[in-house]
Nanobody, 118 residues
Framework: QVQLVESGGGLVHPGGSLRLSCAAS????????MSWYRQAPGKERELVAG????????NYLYSVRGRFIISRENAKNTVYLQMNSLQPEDTAVYYC???????????WGQGTQVTVSS
């Protein structure tokens, strides 16, 4: 059974940090583009960060560049999102995504809530 399970969300003060993890099971992420998306209340889901299968290319939403870092450990079948200098506008449900074009495979996790508030 294919699963992506996010963890590490929570409540943090502005300026704080969190590290999200996304553990995959039922498939190997080694050939997948892995991404983190987020969706705030009343807003559309947006791409926050992505990383290619080898971990050599990353891309970020402009507003999180320099604050967030996406990484992956294919041997552990896990992807991470290190979030620093968090701001209230980063409050959202964060989702992990695995995508592989050649097989049209597109998997989502259930999401983890991140709340930034004083």
């Amino acid at each position: 059974q294919v699963q992506l399970v996010e963890s590490g969300g929570g409540l943090v003060h502005p300026g704080g940090s969190l590290r999200l993890s996304c553990a995959a099971s039922g498939f190997s992420i080694s050939s997948y583009i892995m991404s983190w998306y987020r969706q705030a209340p009343g807003k559309e889901r947006e791409l926050v960060a992505g990383i290619n299968d080898a971990g050599t290319i990353t891309n970020y939403l402009y507003s999180v560049r320099g604050r967030f870092i996406i990484s992956r450990e294919n041997a552990k079948n896990t992807v991470y999102l290190q979030m620093n200098s968090l701001q209230p506008e980063d409050t959202a449900v964060y989702y992990c995504n695995a995508y592989r074009g050649r097989s049209q495979s597109d998997y989502w996790g259930q999401g983890t809530q991140v709340t930034v508030s004083s």
